[in-house]
């Protein structure tokens, strides 16, 4: 930690502060400048309240070199993580598809999709059972019943699964799903970061809508330092000003995430963008970007969707999309 | 709900949606422009997925006039609705101020700080015993034992006491507990909402950092909708691009929330700036905008404090702040 | 327009606002509904002040449903527009980049980089000589010095030069160049879009760092109505609460606005994210997403660039990239 | 100038940044810890490019510790600075309010408002004779004619006047204007400042909506570097994601600005929100907050104002307003 003092600070008050570092236990060493006098402490300085000491009177700023993110950070552990859900594998290279509706309504409709959706290259199947919902009057999703009839859909084809998770209350119930999704308002409900953080199966972790990419990676953490190293990092559009879109999609997160951590990175375009008809643009766009894989709505009948029908794909509009990505993976890859 | 169709539509596909909506047990009243055609559905259109319309190729725009929150509407519900935390009222004219430490840290300390702020004026007691923290790495509350803290300082003070609920399974801890503050993170933690839907105390909900107002009354309709109507609204800053303060305080929630909803508005200045010398002016902005209470951040030892030392103000400060504010409070209600 | 009433609207309140509406020459259409009463405007609503009837004690909403902007609409203009720039063409399935340095610096610098594009692939030239800096103490580029020595690059390579104007009192200067950068403060200095409407030459309007894409094309619309159809509009990052990189590139801008115009779309990767490793993946990705060109910053001598070097490109790394750009356009145009 | 290495760093790559460094004539104090070396760079490092240093594959982080904007600094100017028009002072304790219509419509609507905020208590007469407005299609002032119905105006009541500037061509018909405003979408139209800059007159600069208070502070700078140091700072709101106000009022603007700056601040709740019945508390708590004025809108028949009328006082509500401000000055005083 680097704390660089205002000029002319008074030598009483400058003592008082070092004195206080040192009784911290943390070595200080001291730089005196043509202008200014700058502190450099050695240590454990995690303890050190950044915010109190930037607050002090004689302190012009203060600046933390160490880092904050450990297990998720890239400069601990450089090579790229491998998530494998079965057969399927994400991140270092290998690039996966989870398309699906955005809420399981029938043992028809999803097994249907679930055909369509692997016949056009999709590698997991998603669908919601339980639905964050804003009004408590919307529906909130099938739950059990919708769990069941993803076990069906997981069995008539292969795919593996991909649910979200909203209440520790709930985990028992997720013993057959093959990755839990903590959705974007749950980013940051840390007491089911650590309890999915106690569990072994891969956690799809979707980025809050205001949260910067250390928050995304400090959630991750919190997963991580309880044992379980399977997360996969999800963009999912940010808020912004922009009003054309619901949310405005953070493409460049992309290679900073891939940057700051070797977690694999997937791009949700279709709670993004809110538009089907956008949604195949920005999943090139994304593929391009060099993300690990995508996530996208997929429903067989638009019209009737119970919720977000707006940005469903139709599965031919999605098998010509997955086409696509293909050949951008070539480009990208070579 | 009224459907703007696009120039030119197509009679056949005008049809087919049309049929659909009366299907839907809607009607359809058909307004034939110049430049276009405009529908209004008649009915319970709570079930039509606006979006999903918005995105048919022969629509232009759709705009809902029904109102989706209905038991904080003040539209249904004119007067104002005054909680009551023992002898202590808050809203529809009474005004309350919360202050206390970030964190409990320990007795002596609880106790000292509940007696200076109740000596300055406070009317509630505010401590953090179980903490959200961005890291999984900082310090967490003291929990449980700090619930203990909490109440020995009440028993010394008579304060009622105001803390932090993070998650379902902590609920029975929280019996003794006054008023339960539901954190900005967790606004739209769905689950925790029912659950204390459910209990019969007064629920301090924060405002998300990246929430709209009508998503924070959603949020306080699934408090009420569930059985509880003792809801307090808390503005604390909203996250912009803005780089000098932690958040930027939304003051104008303020006044718009009280024409929107009848539930009382307080203001947390301390979280929202994060900077202890900006807490007095934003406090007594928010008293001038018509706030009905404040929460604000009292350490009787900045130095030493284990959290957001840097936001605290001291009690003699708090003391002088809590006379300006109600000599404020005497201009607001002439 | 249409105007929805509140429920139970007093009778000659509502007579009141209807008068006011056919004094001003609209024809009103009155729908009573079981819940509410909602009038259509029929007739030149331009001149109605939307917020002003927003406001009004008797309405509950407002909602415009005819065009604000009609020469860059692609409702009246289904056609891609194409701008062509000497033998370059841009839009309508013609692809540009353009590439060269932040500033221009001396007779060989601004020489060898032009090559060095041309030779990589680059279409035009781009180099700042008047550049606007947010101090006024920073290097504010070599003005009519720069614009010089860009036309000697030209002569040299025959690359057209794209160049920023900041001010009416310069465009005398800029008879030469080929194409005219409004940079993204400017977006709304409208006298400034007035003058460069009354030019023929091509104009490159860059977004606002919080401009909608409304804004954006209202100001399009500012210089195509003063005579200058030739708009190239660009997409160069939005300012956001994300803080890893300068602006939050807002790829999505993309396929809308060629949804809601007929104009030619570029992206600017290297200010938006202020970061040289970043440009390479978002270069690709804007180009996946279907943008009709690219605005890449080059240097040969990244260490001494006066400004911005820390998102240029060198030149060996701009030929790489240039190649893979063309191979995401062969996936996107099959 | 502070940059830290990263860990495990090359001593050939860092000799050679430390050569650089001493080649552009400065100091370089190096400081070896446990985990990383540190570099000090000693003498104006105002010519270093930060961005450009941050990048460098080993650098891990850069802070700059010295000032950027000089003239307007608080640091190296402690007393606030008190701007006189006529016999009207504004900053260091004296508080003016400028109220009147966004447009000039007619010398009848704009002396008889003159008289009435007057009358209410007004400082200064403000009036749009040039409007920047988003659409070429909509009312763009009355141009010279609004100035010379200012002018009237001024005579029949002796309030000096406060107008917009757009454009440097018209700098010669404001010489008898009092205060020449800034606006929001032209605070970083650097020509404009530059000219302003070199006019005696005071200047009202409006924050942009997208910029920090450092850059207001840069843009002041501007003008005060051309040797104009009559500016007043204005605050008028931020674009957020935030949709119930046009835009949202950054209040803790206020006493940061005063930290940072010497230069008086002042608020506009009119165009902040937008709507007006948020305009009178918003005021007062722009007051509480220690705002040294106000710019409020005030119209004499909303109903027909040419734009902007949703927003607009009535004089009598603008009456009442003024006396509450007057009673919050003087808490805010003691």
Redo the contacts between chains.
Sequence with gaps: M?I?LKPGVDAVKQKQLID?FEEMGLGV?T?V????T?L?L?GDT?KV?M??V??LEIV??V?R??E??KMCNRKFHPEDTVVSVGDVKIGGGHFAIMAGPCSVESEKQIVEIAKEVKAAGANLLRGGAFK??????DFQGLKAEGLALLKIAKQETGLPIVTEL????DIPLFEDVDVIQIGA??M????LL?EVGKLKKPILLKR???N????LL?SA??IM??GNENVILCERG????????RN?????????LH?LSHLPVIVDPSH???????VS??A???????ADGLLIEVHND??H???????SLRPGEFAELAE?IN??RT??KT
């Excluded at 940010?238 to 879109?245: E, K």
């Excluded at 963008?273 to 956008?278: E, M, V, W």
């Excluded at 090139?284 to 060099?290: E, N, P, S, V």
């Excluded at 969707?305 to 940005?311: E, F, I, K, S, T």
């Design positions: 680097i660089a206080w060493h730089s400048g043509s202008e200014r700058v450099g050695i995690s309240d915010e109190l930037e607050s012009d700023s600046k070199v160490s904050t993110f964050p919902r804003t009004s408590p009057y909203m209440s520790i209350t308002r749950n940051q409900n840390f007491n650590q809050g809508l205001a910067t990419l250390k928050e400090m953490e919190y330092a309880n940010i808020r912004t000003y922009s009003d054309y879109t405005t999609l953070d493409l460049s997160a992309v290679p900073m940057e993004a963008t809110g538009i089907a008809r956008l643009p920005m090139l766009a994304a593929t391009a970007a060099g638009p019209m969707a119970l919720c977000d029908g707006a940005q696509r050949a951008i480009v990208i």
